[in-house]
C-alpha cells in the first residue's frame, strides 16, 4: 500500500506528486558523501526499511562502480529555490530516490522524511481497512523542495519538578525530536547536575553528571541538535537555599512563601550580594564546559521575593526593576568573560518596557506564556525595537493537568508561532514543565512537542492548529497506531478540562482537585453535573485504549501512561461528587467513612500504578516528592 505523502508532519513547504511509484528492490543500494556516511539519519532508514523486510547495503561514495539506488549528495540549491543550511530536495522516481542538500543537516531532514513515508507506508498496510500486510514497500513518485521557516525550532525539558529522565528515554526522546526536525534541546535545572561539593542539594535527586552531560551533548550534535546549557540562576533557587551553607545566599534566608512550596522556605538569591554571582560562577565554569554550544539560559524569572528582604532597601531607593536589570547586567557579564551567549525569560523586564532598552546587546530574550490569549506580539515588539534577539515560548499545557490541555496548546502554539513569526523571531522553543510533581507521563506531552515541531517548520499550518487532524498526526508520527486509536485517546483526555468547567490559567481543575482540593469548588464553576458529564466524556476518550496497535518499542508503555491519565482524571470526578453528595461541599476528611476508604483504596492503586510507570523511564530521585502530592490526599481520606 503506498505511503500518503500528505500525511508527511512538519509539512513540506513544496510537494509535487508524479506520475508512477518506486518499490524498493531487495537489497537497496545506498551511497552517501563521506561527511554522512555515518548520520544516525542513515540507521534511522535501515531500522524503518528493517521492519518492512528490505535491507540497505551502503555501497559508498557517490560514483562508486555499483551506482546506489538512494543516493545523498552534499549540493547546492536548484537556482530559483530559498537557499539555507537546514533546506534539502528529496525526489523520487520509478528507478532512484535522491537526497540533496547544501549540509549534512539538511541530508538528515530528507533522510527524516524519508523515514516518514517508510513508516507511512507500513502503517498504511496494516491498518484498519487493510486486508492484509502488502509484501511490496512501495512509495509515490514526487519532488519536495523544503526549508524551515524559522531557523531555531527547540524544545525544553524540566527535569527539575521532579522527573530525571534516564539516558535511554533521553536519547529515544532526542531521536523522535531529530526525526521532528528540531535543532536546539534544553533540560531545565535547578538543582539536577552533580554538581561537585554540592552533594547535599542534589544527593536524592538521581542528578545528570557530567560525563552523562558530555555524552548526551555529542549524542545531540550526532543529530544535529544544539543541546544548550540550562541552569535557573535567582528566582526557583529553593532546592538550594533550603539547605545550609546556602540559605546565606537567599533573598529571605527566614522563608518566603510562594506558589509552588506552601511550607515558607528560601526560594531567591539575593541580587543585591556580590556572593551570589561568586556561586553562580563557580556553577558555570562546572557546567558550561560540558556542553559544546556557546548559549547559556540563565533562567532569571518570576523573582516573587525580590525587594522583600536583603534587597529592600536598594528596591525602595532604585526601583525592584533597576535592581533585577543590573543582577541581569552582571550575569551577562560573567558568560561573556567565559565566552557564553545569555538566554533570559523575559517576563520579568517587560513589565518595565523603559527599561528594556538597556539590556545586553547579544543577550537572547526568552518571551514565554502558556495561555491561548498570551500577548506574544506586544512583549516581542519591545525586545524587537531594542534591538535583541528573541525566542517566543510556548507550552505543551501538560503540566498541572494530568492529561494535558489540548485545546489550549493547540491555540496557545499557533499563536506563538503566527506572532513570534510575523515579529521575526531567531527560534521557537517547546516548553514541557513539571510543576506539582511532574504527574504527567511523557504520552502526553507528545501532542505539544510534535505541533510545536510542525508549525515552527511550516508556518502556514499556524494558521488554524484547530484545523490540524491533531489525533493522525499523533498516530502517524508519535504513537505509529496502525489501529489509528492512540491519537483519538491523547486529544480527547487532553480536552477533560473542558468539560468539567472553571477553567483555570496554567492548569485543568481537576488536577487540583487532587492536589489542593480546596480548589476545586472555589471559584464557583465545577458542579455535580459537570463531573458526571466529564466521568462519561473520559470513559467514551479512553475506549480505544483496548482496541491500539502501537508498533514501536514503547507502544505498551505508551498505551499504560494514557490509562492511568483516564483513571486519574476519572478519580478526580468520584473525589469531587463524594465531597458534593447531598448538596453541601465536604472537605474530604468530612466524607462518609465508607466512601473514603473506597477512595482511599483506588488511589492506593494509582499511586502504585505511578511508582511502576515512573520507573520505566526516568530515575528515581524525585519520585518520592511527586508522590508524596497524592500521598497527602491519600492521608486525608484514610484520616
Known sequence: ?????????????????????????????????????ASPALGWLEQALAANGRVLVRTGLPGASSPGQLRFELAQPRPGVPAGGESYRLTITREAISVSAPTCAGLQHGAATLVQLVRLGRLASLGPGAEQPEARLELPCLEIEDRPDIATRAVMLDISRDKVPTLDTLRALIDQLALWKINQVQLYMEHTFAYAGHERVWGEASPLDASEVRELDAYCAARHIELVPNQNSFGHMHRWLRHEPYRALAECPDGFEHPWNWTGEPYGLCATDPASLQFLAGLYDELLPCFRSRQVNVGLDETLDLGHGRSRADCEARGEGRVYLEFLQRVHALLAERGHLMQFWGDIIVQRPDLVPELPRGAIALEWGYEADHPFAEHLRLFRDAGLAFYVCPGTSSWNSIAGRTDNTLRNI???????????????????????????????????LLVGAGLSWNVADAADPLALDVAGLLDRHAFSDAAGELGRVAVELGNAYRVAGSLRPNASVLFWALIRPDRLFS????????????????????AGLSRARPLGQDGDLLVAELGWARDLLRFACQLGLARSAGGAVLEPSDVPAAARAALASELTELIERQRELWSRRNRPGGLADSTARLERLLATLRD
Open 1 to 37: 500500500m503506498l505511503a500518503d505523502p500528505f500525511a508527511l508532519f512538519p509539512r513540506p513547504q513544496q510537494l509535487r506528486l508524479q506520475d508512477g511509484h518506486w518499490r524498493w528492490p531487495e537489497p537497496t543500494r545506498l551511497e552517501a558523501p563521506q561527511e554522512f556516511a
Open 414 to 448: 499557533g499563536r506563538a508561532v503566527r506572532e513570534g513569526h510575523a515579529a521575526g523571531a531567531a527560534g521557537v522553543m517547546i516548553t514541557d514543565w513539571g510543576d506539582h510533581g511532574h504527574l504527567q507521563p511523557l504520552a502526553v506531552s507528545y501532542l505539544g
Open 523 to 542: 471559584p464557583p464553576g465545577v458542579t455535580p453535573e459537570s463531573l458526571q458529564r466529564t466521568l462519561a466524556h473520559l470513559e467514551q476518550a479512553g
